[in-house]
């Protein structure tokens, strides 16, 4: 006897029919999808990256327009010891406060470099000075270092009266011991 199905039957049927849909759709349909819509995020992100980078090319190109302005600028400035390195810089500094000391009327009795040390993008050189100079040489020459160009920074001055008996009307010479410093062109980077 063959027995009909029930409407109990079908609906066992129909609701075990819904179940093995429903996994399929929860175990393989949405993790394809949650994949796709996770690819098209990526790939509106990675658009819009493209877009930031391609018009971020032409502001990298007026930078360097920029500081290629800004290096030639630089090179013309008289501010600055113009020297391709720290030695010449140091030659170049040595001259410079030897003119100005001779030109004055001082006399130059040593003179020598001393390292310091740079801060940032300064790059200072410095020497250290011993003259003789009387009073209103002194003034001139001390004058003429630090208002001319390039700019130069005097320091550490010591002036020392020699113990003769002159009297007080001489213009004796004065013992001078003083630093010099300046700076080299700064590097754009």
Do not use: C
Not at 172 to 177: K, N
Request: net charge negative; aromatic share 6%.
């Amino acid at each position: 006897m063959t027995r009909r199905p029930t409407i109990l039957d079908s609906l066992a049927a129909i609701a075990l029919l819904a179940a093995l849909v429903a996994v399929v759709v929860f175990a393989v349909v949405m993790p394809v999808r949650d994949s796709i819509n996770g690819f098209d995020r990526t790939f509106a992100e990675d658009m819009r990256m493209i877009e930031r980078l391609s018009a971020g090319s032409s502001s990298i190109d007026k930078y360097r327009e920029a500081i290629s302005v800004l290096e030639a600028q630089i090179a013309e400035d008289d501010r600055y010891i113009k020297a391709d390195s720290d030695a010449l810089a140091f030659a170049a500094l040595q001259q410079l406060v030897q003119a100005v000391i001779a030109d004055n009327g001082g006399t130059m009795r040593s003179i020598q470099n001393v390292e310091v040390d740079p801060k940032g993008h300064e790059r200072p050189v410095s020497v250290r000075v011993i003259a003789s100079a009387t009073y209103p040489v002194l003034i001139e020459l001390l004058a003429e270092l630090e208002s001319n160009r390039p700019y130069l920074f005097v320091d550490g001055l010591s002036i020392k009266a020699p113990a003769t008996g002159r009297a007080v009307t001489d213009w004796a010479p004065l013992s001078v011991q003083f630093e010099v410093v300046a700076f080299l062109s700064p590097v754009v980077q």
